[in-house]
């Protein structure tokens, strides 16, 4: 019955590809008490770690971390295109709520229509 291997083994796998707790930790950019740190309490590297030290020792990601990277993981394909209309996004800066990336015409009412405060002349029309 061939052993599997653990997350831990793997780090160890690691540790002795890039050569010393040194040398992965400057892969990590991080101290070598931290990677000693890692070994001696088992815990699992840090996924921000992951895919450099997949990268610099060839010790594969599924194997550092299988609870983000699992090994059988299937993605399903896409099986139908959806068509977007873009009109709508052309236009996103009537979105916006700065004045100056729409047009001529509509930065003057944008303005009053955004303004907290009711303008007098608007009061005089009423």
């Known amino acids: 019955m061939a052993e599997s291997v653990t997350p ?11 050569g010393s707790q040194s040398a992965l930790a400057r892969i990590c950019a991080v101290s070598q008490t931290a990677v000693w740190k890692w070994l001696s309490r088992r815990k699992h590297l ?5 895919l450099l030290v997949e990268k610099a020792t060839g010790v594969s990601r599924s194997l550092l971390r299988p609870d983000l990277y699992p ?4 993605v399903a394909v896409p099986t139908c295109r959806v068509a977007c209309d873009p009109a709508p ?4 800066y009537h979105f916006s709520d700065n004045p100056a990336g729409r047009t001529a015409a509509e930065a003057p009412a944008a303005m009053v229509d955004r ?3 009711p303008s007098p002349s608007a009061e005089v029309r009423a």
């Open 89 to 92: 996004a052309s236009n996103a």
């Open 8 to 18: 831990h083994i793997a780090l160890r796998l690691a540790i002795g590809e890039a």
């Open 46 to 50: 840090p996924a921000e770690h992951v």
């Open 71 to 74: 090994d059988n993981l299937e």
């Open 115 to 117: 303004s907290p405060i």
